[in-house]
């Protein structure tokens, strides 16, 4: 049993070596052995379960049983074109499902962990999957544990083993013990780290024992399910599919009973209600939602914002405050030392004070209070901390030295509460603890200061002096942090290590603004959207670097952590949008800023990327995670991932959810426009005692062909330049807001009033009226004809009129969607095809139209869009 086990024993049994790690060679043959690092994948649902489950819907058995009485009937044509219809609508809804799910398995596979491994003598990051027993895995606060470990070295190591134990205290982790009991509990085993767990504190080393399905949590994966449920857009349009589907079976029910009185033949009767029933549901509603969401997001990933929630696609729309952090995020992460201070240099630039002994051991506590590494060309580790190292490179002294001489013995790790960290260090000449950290953290934690070589009390004047170096950084936007020691003669318990400390000096560090910021900051401003900073670091610091980027005028938009907990719930709910900076905040505090934010009825997304940032991401509407520098705690808390840490990512991303929203609204009013011209067009001339206009397979077909092509390019249409000079959408408006609902209606009645018109033209032409007691079979179809060529035309030119509620079709450009022009195109060849090809025309019962015919059914056609075209202008001209 591993945890039995010493690590010498372990680290035998596994055949590795814990320095250079695993060779490339030997982890090929182990994966042969072993396997992907991964449980056993749930079995993709087959082509045909997904098919029949397409058949599994209340339409398609009402469209079974028509197949069954047009049989019964001898109407065999019917009976073939009607399960055509079901065919081709399950495979397009299989098609649709089968795509939008491998967007999302592309999506998962990018926010996927990585673990960071010894291999070949280097350290490397891999993804989780190809760890193999036997490799070395590099832990740190925030990683998530990447397959099950024994720890070979804890540095205060705490873990959260929720996800296995359902214990949420995290378990101290200590790599030196050895169980003595085989059969201990899971949550005991101290020196073993397993699978899917986190580490909450501290840092250390572990090799890999089990991989995959023999891990602990492997072992009980198969009960763990992921099932996407549907995005609330999705559930909403459902909702309305299912509402306008009882009004279509009770339209249609009144078609039946109306026309069985009116002494209509019954059969015919009933498959004419049933298709205009199967027309007049949009069942494709949610598939096309499914199919433009999941190609929106794909988009999305390809510019650095990986959604992890597709519900968050629809929130992003409706944001109207952004609020992030400022390292990295705002600004470059390029840290560099600018300049220092020492009671006895004061403030002072870089090369001046190079040979001071206080500026050197300024700077050696710099560097042994520091985890990164920095050779030649290569550095790793946190940003901060490389420019310490690079700091002492500059002032030419020997860090290599430093390291070989002084063994850190023990440390207290970094923590965004804290913000300090401290060391402790022992050498031949000295036993000390170095702390360094955020200035006005540490500087209350000094009774000294070092003074060339004295150390004394440590004064008002010195103090002063001090902060006014703070303030002369801060305000040129330096970052500062502050360095302080003391000696030691044993190891103190931890609650007494950072006190009663020794103060050497601070260092002010440049990290200058990502250049694109500035304009995504503006741009967000115009669309609505106010951007708010939220940082650990210095008001004063925070404050400058906003200004430089437009987030505040005033230093009175700025307050510190400490200052926002003297306010009240009430209070601070009703002041909360006066700030643009929050400086000097602990995680605890994002929380209460995103909830008082929220409860004056902002749609916030936040950014975090440190194990603590976990609840304020969670609460936010959109939790942002920052893809490299992010903690996989913060990555798993989160509804959108940034690739690329950027704040400017964030503002894209809000415009193309915003696109995504407008698209999928633009193909829903589509659907039901066409739809109610159908509805409109049947119910009319039943009512009015015409024969049926449409027959069921006629209905059938406009169904297939305007339901599924237009309506998805409609949400593939380009990205609209003017989505980012609106308001932010409220949260729950629906789609019918902004008099969408009447321009549905309306775009219906012309539809159905054209179709009309032309069955009528189809009778006129021949000298009939549809109100004759007595037509000829020829006449009728080529009326219906008429009827079938018009509305489909009309459906399909006027699906160009939804691509923009107010800018014309030239002004957006006729060819700008390529899809829907294709689709257009496609829908007409169809339409050829079905009158051309004989078998077909006489399938449909359809006529070969004349001269006037075409020119009227292509004329019709136009109209709805022309309409459309004039209240557009008329609209415009208005908001002028
Ligand atoms: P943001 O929150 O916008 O990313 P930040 O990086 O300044 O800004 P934190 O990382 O929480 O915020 O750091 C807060 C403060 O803690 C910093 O201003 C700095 O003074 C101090 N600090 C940062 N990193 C370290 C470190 N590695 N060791 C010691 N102190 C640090």
Redesign the pocket.
Known sequence: MWHTQSIQQVVEKLKTDVDRGLTTEEIQKRLEKYGLNKWREQKAKSIWLMFFAQLKDALIYVLLGAVVITLFMGEYVDSIIIMLVILINASLGVIQEVKAGKAIAELQKLASPKALVKRNGSIEEVSTEALVPGDIVILETGRLIPADLRLLETINMQIEESALTGESVPVHKNSQSTLKDENSALGDRINLAYMSTLVTYGRGLGVVIATGEETEVGKIAEDINTNESKTPLEKRLDELGKLLGKLAVGVCSLIFMIGYFQGREVTELFLTAVSLAVASIPEGLAAIVAVVLSIGVTKMSKRNAIIKRLPAVETLGAVNIIC???????TQNKMKVSAFFTPTTGTAKLQEYAQQPQVKLLAKAMVL???ATLNADKSSG?P??IALLQFADNLKLDRETWNKTHKRTNELP?D?TR???SVAIKNPEEKNIYT????D?LLPKCTQVLLGDKVVALEENQRSAIEESIQNMSSHAL????VAYKPITNIPPEENWEEDLIFIGLVGMIDPPRTEVKPAIAKAAKAGITTI??????KE??FAIAKQLGIAQDKTQAITGQELDAFGEDELIQNITNYRIFA???PQHKVIIVKALQAAGNTVSMTG??VNDAPSLSHADIGVAMGITGTDVSKGASDMILADDNFSTIVTAVEQGRNIYNNIKKSVLFLLTSNIGEVITMLVCILAGMPTPLIATQLLWINLITDSLPAIALGMDPDSDDVMQHKPRPPKESFFAHKQGWRILFGGLVIGAITISAYWFGFYEHGYSPFDSSIPDEVLSYARTMAFMSIISAQLFYSLAFRHYRQSIFQLGLFSNKYLVAAIVLGFLLQLLVLEVPVLRKAFKLQLLDGPGWLMALGMGLVPLLLNELLKAYSRIKSK
């Open positions: 992030t952090d400022k390292t990295g995020t705002l209070c520091s985890d946190d901060t901390e970094f965004a913000k300090m960290m360094k950290g955020a200035v953290r970052r500062t942090l502050a900073m939220i940082t650990g670091d210095h610091t925070a000097r905040v602990s990327d440190g």
